[in-house]
């Protein structure tokens, strides 16, 4: 097509599986059957070269993790004595009744 491009198709008639079709119907289409809350079965192949998350529920590579909990870790008081608190510990008036 060398660099041409192909503007205002429609939707794809439903009765016909060799039309072109527009990226909204595409995109709407994928939206509509990924947006589920469904088990995948990966059948032993994996998932790889993810991005770092940036939402709550993406996806973490193992790395990643390991990394979050070792620096995480770090800013909390281990409770079987292995470290010793370094300051004062606030609890805000929260009394424990």
């Known amino acids: 097509m060398n660099n041409n491009t192909i503007?205002?198709?429609?939707d794809p008639d439903p009765r016909g599986a060799n039309q072109?079709?527009?990226k909204k119907h595409v995109d709407t289409l994928?939206?509509?059957k990924l947006d589920r809350e469904?088990?995948?079965?990966?059948?032993?192949?994996?998932?790889?070269?993810?991005a770092l998350p940036s939402?709550?529920?993406?996806a973490a590579?193992?790395?990643?993790?390991?990394?979050?909990i070792n620096t995480e870790a770090a800013k909390y008081v281990k409770v079987d004595g292995s470290s010793a608190m370094t300051s004062d510990f606030d609890l805000n008036d929260k009394k424990n009744n």
Do not use: Q
């Open 7 to 10: 503007h205002n198709l429609e």
């Open 20 to 22: 072109a079709t527009n």
């Open 30 to 32: 994928l939206a509509t």
């Open 38 to 50: 469904i088990n995948i079965d990966m059948k032993g192949h994996l998932i790889s070269n993810l």
């Open 55 to 58: 939402k709550n529920k993406d």
């Open 61 to 68: 590579w193992v790395e990643y993790v390991n990394y979050r």
